[in-house]
Structure formats: structure tokens, C-alpha cells
């Protein structure tokens, strides 16, 4: 626990210092907090967080027990939409696989909405999970932005070139991770029996022919 004589004790250090070596003396001070204390700290000063516990102003525009969705007040286009699980996670992979498929629903549905309503010709959905990845606040968010011809939005990144045998040995490592994933969802189908619809059936799967 952060005592008020800890407090306190920083803030005589902190004066008579200038910005840079105030800042300084604080992340100092932050890195010797527990980590509970420092995710606690983390999560009263998170924005998301905020706008979730009803803390700041939020235009929401959808909300459920799991998630929110409110208008960006800075928006990269008018509609702007940022869809965000109620409860801090900083990555996306925190989320249980349920709860990664509601969000994508929830914004499928917000972007048609975006479509029918203001006329957006597209849609991004703009999801950046880690620092590395440009990720502002450590609570994950996903920014569903209407597009329109000509509206000046860019994502740009320089292309860079890839050998032969770097794309092989990559798709190896990648592609034996996701094999059983892939024959799942790729390749089998549920088709549960018609006749004798009264009784329980287990589901029958069934192996699609591909077609060349
Ligand atoms: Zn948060």
C-alpha cells in the first residue's frame, strides 16, 4: 500500500525540481509499487476506465453489461466510434475467445449502422493491442471509423521486401500453430441429421470435397 507519508515524502522531493526531474523522481517512485498497486494506480487514471465507471462524459452510443461504445471527441471522421471492454485488459489476447467474437459483432453491427446512417461508404476497424502496435492507452479499444471517398485518412506503412525463403520458413512457423484451428473452420461443416428430429442426435460432421 502507497502510505501518505510516502506521499507526502514525494512530494517534498519533488519540489524544487524541474519538470524533466520531476518525471523522472515519479516513474522512479512508480517502479518500486507492487505490481497490484501499480495496476490499481493504472486503472483509476485509465480514460477507458473512467468512461466505463461513468467517471468523465461519454457520448455512448451502445452499451452492455460487457461493453461500451461511445463517439471518439476527437474523431479521425465524424462517427468515430471507440467499442471497449468495461473491464481494463491491456491486449486483446486477455479476452476469452467469447468475448473477442461479441466485440467483433457488436462492432460489425455499429459499422452497419455507420453505413446506413451517415451514408459512409467504408468502414476501418482500427485495433492496436500493445505499445509496439501504437497502443495509447493500456486498455484495449477498438476504433470503428466510417470512411469516405476522399476524406484524407490514411493508415501508410513503407512496404518492405520479403525473400522466398523467409515467406516459407515464416508460414511454417505460423501455419503448424493454427492447423488444427484451420482444419475446423476451413473444412468441416455441422450438419445435424433431419430425420428422427425428436431424438438427441449428436452432430454429424462432415468433411467438404474442395472444389479446384
Ligand atoms: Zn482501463
Redesign the pocket.
Known amino acids: 500500500m502507497v502510505s501518505e507519508d510516502d506521499l507526502s515524502e514525494l512530494e517534498q522531493e519533488l519540489m524544487g525540481l524541474n519538470e524533466k526531474e520531476q518525471r523522472q523522481k515519479i516513474n522512479e517512485f512508480v517502479k518500486t509499487l507492487p505490481k497490484e498497486e501499480l495496476a490499481k494506480l493504472?486503472?483509476q487514471q485509465?480514460v477507458?476506465?473512467l468512461l466505463?465507471q461513468g467517471k468523465i462524459k461519454a457520448y455512448k452510443i451502445y452499451e452492455n453489461d460487457k461493453f461500451l461504445a461511445v463517439l471518439d471527441i476527437n474523431p479521425a471522421n465524424i462517427g468515430h466510434v471507440l467499442l471497449f471492454p468495461k473491464k481494463?485488459y491491456q491486449y486483446l489476447s486477455l479476452l476469452s475467445d467469447k468475448d473477442v467474437s461479441e466485440m467483433f459483432m457488436i462492432a460489425n453491427n455499429i459499422s452497419k449502422v455507420l453505413v446506413q446512417e451517415l451514408k459512409a461508404q467504408g468502414v476501418n476497424l482500427y485495433l492496436a493491442s500493445g505499445n509496439a502496435a501504437g497502443q495509447k492507452v493500456?486498455?484495449i479499444s477498438l476504433n470503428i471509423i466510417p470512411r469516405f471517398e476522399n476524406d484524407g485518412i490514411e493508415f501508410a506503412w513503407n512496404m518492405k521486401k520479403a525473400s522466398e525463403q523467409d515467406l516459407e520458413q515464416i508460414k511454417t512457423l505460423i501455419a503448424s500453430k493454427l492447423a488444427i484451428k484451420k482444419e475446423v473452420v476451413l473444412e468441416v461443416s455441422l450438419e445435424p441429421k433431419k430425420e428422427n428430429s425428436n431424438q438427441i442426435k449428436k452432430p454429424q460432421f462432415k468433411i467438404e470435397k474442395r472444389i479446384p
Open positions: 493504472q486503472m485509465c477507458f476506465c466505463s481494463h493500456n486498455h
